[in-house]
């Protein structure tokens, strides 16, 4: 098993900053791992924002590029999410994954709001 632990989440106003980090500890196995952040904002489907390889390739959804940027640290097994330019649609519960050897796993969530 792998546990997955977010922070960084909060009350932003609209053009502000935040940086969410993700931390996984267990059973980590990077060979092929992908990690990435997803959200879901109230009433709508959870949806991936941001990914990233453990070779360190990316991508991102086209509302959120120039704007966020993920990053993965190996040797501490972190994969953050920096997020620029915040917008209030970018409100939501956001979620890290990790996908490697031997299963999916999810974090328990952290809320962003960012008021207009």
């Known amino acids: 098993q792998v546990q997955l632990v977010e922070s960084g989440g909060g009350l932003v106003q609209a053009g502000g900053s935040l940086r969410l980090s993700c931390s996984a500890s267990g059973r980590v196995i990077n060979i092929n791992a992908v990690m990435a952040w997803y959200r879901q904002a109230p009433g709508k489907e959870r949806e991936l924002v941001a990914t990233?390889?453990?070779?360190?390739?990316?991508n991102y959804i086209d509302s959120v590029k120039d704007r966020f940027t993920i990053s993965r640290d190996i040797a501490k097994n972190t994969v953050d999410l920096q997020m620029n330019s915040l917008k209030p649609e970018d409100t939501g519960v956001y979620y890290c994954n990790r996908r490697q050897v031997g299963g999916e796993y999810w974090g328990q969530g952290t809320q962003v709001t960012v008021s207009s």
């Open positions: 990233i390889t453990i070779g360190g390739s990316t």
